[in-house]
C-alpha cells in the first residue's frame, strides 16, 4: 500500500545549518518520482525582517485555498518550492505565536506522554514549538484535503518529535514515522 501523500519535515529544510539538510535534499528526486506534487517538505520559517532565505523559492498560490483555512485557525504559513534539484513544494511554518503559550502546551505533553521540558532551555522550547507547530500544520491540511486518506508524516530528528506526539492525540488518522540520525547507540553499533 502506497501513502497518498507524504510530509517530510526538518528543521533543516530551507534551513542550511547541518548534515541533514543534504540527506533530506539530495533523497528529494527520489521522493518527487515515487509521489510528484503529492511530496511536501515541512521547514521553519527562521528567515526575519529584511533576509531573504536563498533556499526558498515563494509561491503562494499553493494551496491557496487551504492556506486561507489555516490562517482562520491561527497557523502561519508561507508555501513555496525549495530551491534545490527537482524544486519540491514547502510549507515554511512560523511557530512564533506558540512562544506565549508554551507553559500550556508542554503541560500538555507532560500529562499525556509525561515528557519532561521543566528543565529545557530555549534550545529544547524553541524546536518543540516548531514540532508543535507542524502537527497542527498537517491535521489542519489533512482536514481540508480528505481526498487523500492515507498521509503519511515523517519527522527528523529529536527537534520535530513533539510533532508526531501531536498528531498521535490530535489526528490519529496520519501514519508518522521518526527518523534520528546521529545517535550514541547507532555509532556504537556501527563502530563494532
Same mark, same amino acid.
Request: negative net charge.
Given at each position: ?10 528543521? %533543516? $529544510?530551507?534551513?542550511? $545549518? ?11 528526486? &527520489? ?20 533576509? !531573504?532565505?536563498? +533556499?526558498? @523559492?515563494?509561491?503562494?498560490? @499553493? ?7 489555516? /490562517? *482562520? ?11 534545490? %534539484? ?9 511557530? !512564533? =505565536? ?5 507553559? +500550556? ?5 507532560? +500529562? ?20 508543535? /507547530? $507542524? ?11 480528505? %481526498?487523500? =486518506? ?6 527528523? %530528528?529529536?527537534?520535530?518529535?513533539? *510533532? ?18 546521529? !545517535? ?7 563502530? &563494532?
Amino acid at each position: 500500500m502506497k501513502a497518498d501523500f507524504l510530509f517530510e519535515t526538518s528543521w %533543516e $529544510v530551507c534551513n542550511k $545549518v547541518g548534515g541533514i539538510h543534504t540527506v533530506i535534499s539530495t533523497k528529494a528526486l &527520489n521522493a518527487i518520482a515515487e509521489y510528484g506534487e503529492n511530496y511536501v517538505l515541512i521547514g521553519p520559517d527562521v528567515w526575519r525582517e529584511d533576509k !531573504t532565505n536563498p +533556499e526558498f @523559492l515563494p509561491d503562494d498560490g @499553493l494551496f491557496s485555498l487551504w492556506k486561507t483555512i489555516a /490562517a *482562520g485557525e491561527g497557523l502561519r504559513i508561507r508555501t513555496g518550492r525549495w530551491n534545490i %534539484e527537482g524544486k519540491p513544494r514547502v510549507i515554511l511554518v512560523d511557530f !512564533t =505565536p506558540y512562544f506565549g503559550q508554551q507553559n +500550556e502546551i508542554f503541560a500538555g505533553f507532560w +500529562e499525556t506522554y509525561r515528557l519532561d521540558s521543566i528543565s529545557g532551555q530555549w534550545d529544547y522550547v524553541e524546536p518543540a514549538l516548531f514540532g508543535y /507547530a $507542524v502537527g497542527k500544520v498537517i491535521e489542519s491540511f489533512t482536514n481540508y484535503y480528505r %481526498e487523500y =486518506p492515507r498521509i503519511v508524516a515523517q519527522f527528523h %530528528e529529536w527537534m520535530t518529535g513533539t *510533532g508526531v506526539l501531536y498528531l498521535k492525540k490530535y489526528a490519529p488518522w496520519i501514519a508518522t514515522s521518526f527518523t534520528t540520525h546521529a !545517535t550514541v547507540l547507532g555509532r556504537c553499533i556501527a563502530g &563494532n
